[in-house]
């Protein structure tokens, strides 16, 4: 049981990035998966997440601006980081837990290794 993210990297404000994340070992419609990250200094905050039944929740700091999907076939979520902000900048991780207050409440069952995002200005 693993997910692995990968299409983190470095980009200049305004930018684009698209996240992946493979899940292996869990069956990807029967659970929540999203995206948390973490900034040097900060306290890990959710970004978004998508529930079983496909509906989607995004952080105020990046609504219009991320779009989270899934193919449930594919074992497969992306993060798709449009208008990429400096602040942006954090290490994003793949999570995945139960649906709605759960996931947000940070009470995970499983974690990716992260990928490193690095917006400059």
């Known amino acids: 049981v693993r997910l692995r993210e990968s299409g983190g990297g470095s980009v200049q404000a305004g930018g684009s990035l698209r996240l992946s994340c493979a899940a292996s070992?869990?069956?990807?419609?029967?659970?929540?998966m999203g995206w948390f990250r973490q900034a040097p200094g900060k306290e890990r905050e959710g970004v978004a997440a998508?529930?079983?039944?496909?509906?989607?929740r995004y952080a105020d700091s990046v609504k219009g601006r991320f779009t989270i999907s899934k193919d449930n076939a594919k074992n497969t979520l992306w993060l798709q980081m449009n208008s990429l902000k400096p602040e942006d900048t954090a290490m994003y991780y793949c999570?995945?837990?139960?649906?709605?207050?759960?996931?947000?409440?940070?009470?995970?069952?499983?974690w990716g290794q992260g990928t490193q995002v690095t917006v400059s200005s």
């Open positions: 070992g869990i069956t990807a419609n029967a659970v929540c």
């Open positions: 998508i529930d079983s039944d496909g509906s989607t």
């Open positions: 999570a995945v837990g139960g649906d709605g207050g759960s996931w947000w409440a940070q009470r995970i069952w499983l």
